[in-house]
Nanobody
């Protein structure tokens, strides 16, 4: 089975930067896309950014221009560079991926989350 492990979260002041990493491991035939969701307390989980293995990216309007998603396909790793962070970016950030794990099937996988707190 596949595991997604996030790293890079932490506490940062408004205007600061963080870079999140997510590495997929296990039996991986291919990765269709990987990305990041976030969930603040008492709010629904929302898509932040997603990138396909071919490099096509999408972003939430609230982060476009501030966040950049990238990937290293040989390492099965996706990154989220977060700049100009705002208090409203505070949330648990979850890595997500659509990953083929058998010759004929794919699954939607989630990491356990990493906390990002933006506060002065």
């Amino acid at each position: 089975q596949v595991q997604l492990v996030e790293s890079g979260g932490g506490l940062v002041q408004p205007g600061g930067s963080l870079r999140l990493s997510c590495a997929a491991s296990g039996t991986i035939f291919s990765i269709y896309y990987m990305g990041w969701y976030r969930q603040a307390p008492e709010k629904e989980r929302e898509l932040v950014a997603r990138i396909t293995s071919g490099g096509t990216s999408i972003y939430a309007d609230s982060v476009k221009g501030r966040f950049t998603i990238s990937r290293d396909n040989p390492k099965n790793t996706v990154y989220l560079q977060m700049n100009s962070l705002k208090p409203e970016d505070t949330a648990v950030y979850y890595c997500n991926g659509l990953i083929q794990t058998t010759p004929s099937g794919a699954g939607n996988y989630w990491g356990q989350g990493t906390q990002v707190t933006v506060s002065s």
